[in-house]
């Protein structure tokens, strides 16, 4: 599976739009990008998923440009509740298995 | 409708006990699956139900860990004998279809002293 790179912590303020964005640079063909979120003392929770372009739901938007080898997780107006950790996980469904394999995450801190 | 769960919340035992963790998926999710989290690292895929069926435990560590999921619901993942190192946060996800969108319960923090 690709391995994904993402920077270790950002930090913002209430109010403002926070991108994290991950590299991937050996993404496959048919791999798909998802990001998860996790609290602390809470398990990872799915955010959204997308392969190419744009994905939004009500809780973010996820910007693939056209070569994969990036994604952006953009977190419209963060509040104080926004700090986590963030996952972005790289992976295909396959016969076998469709485990998720987690990196290291972004610690994103949300300050009054 | 009741998340994924997890009994216990908390473990501490002594190094050569034996601990057996439980989870309860969502109902109807034929898909379990169990990671744990050991200290300083990241979290990590340890095996993979289909029902009742073991679908995928290349994460497994070694012997002394053995999960079962009979009758396709609830799953346990006994540690025996446990060792320091298997202290850490243990995960179970379920999901109903075979993406990537997996429903995590809070962990089970285990501690072997």
């Known amino acids: 599976l690709a391995k994904t790179t993402q920077p270790i912590s950002m930090d913002s303020y209430e109010g403002q739009e926070v991108n994290i964005t991950c590299s991937h640079n050996?993404?496959?063909?048919?791999?798909?990008i998802t990001w998860y979120q996790q609290f602390p003392s809470q398990g990872p929770r799915f955010i959204i998923q997308?392969?190419?372009t744009k994905v939004t739901n009500e809780v973010a938007s996820l910007f693939i440009p056209a070569d994969r080898k990036s994604s952006t997780l953009s977190l419209p107006r963060v509040s104080l509740s926004d700090t986590a950790v963030y996952y972005c996980l790289v992976g295909a469904l396959t016969y076998n298995t469709d485990k998720l394999i987690f990196g290291t995450g972004t610690r994103l801190q949300v300050f009054p | 409708e009741a998340g994924v769960t997890q009994f216990p919340s908390h473990s501490v035992i002594e190094k050569g006990q034996t601990v057996t963790l439980r989870c309860d998926p969502i109902s109807g999710h034929d898909n379990l699956y169990w990671y744990r989290r050991v200290m300083g690292k990241e979290i990590k895929f340890l095996l993979h139900?289909?029902?009742?069926?073991?679908?995928?435990e290349s994460g497994m560590p070694n012997n002394r860990f053995l999960a079962e999921r009979t009758g396709g619901t609830y799953s346990t993942l006994k540690v025996q004998p446990a060792e320091l190192e298997d202290s850490g946060v243990y995960f179970c996800?379920?999901?109903?279809?075979?993406?990537?969108?997996?429903?995590f319960g809070p962990g089970t923090r285990l501690t072997v002293l």
């Open positions: 996800a379920s999901s109903q279809d075979r993406n990537n969108e997996q429903f």
């Open positions: 139900f289909v029902k009742e069926s073991k679908q995928d």
């Open positions: 050996n993404i496959a063909t048919n791999d798909y």
């Open positions: 997308g392969y190419k």
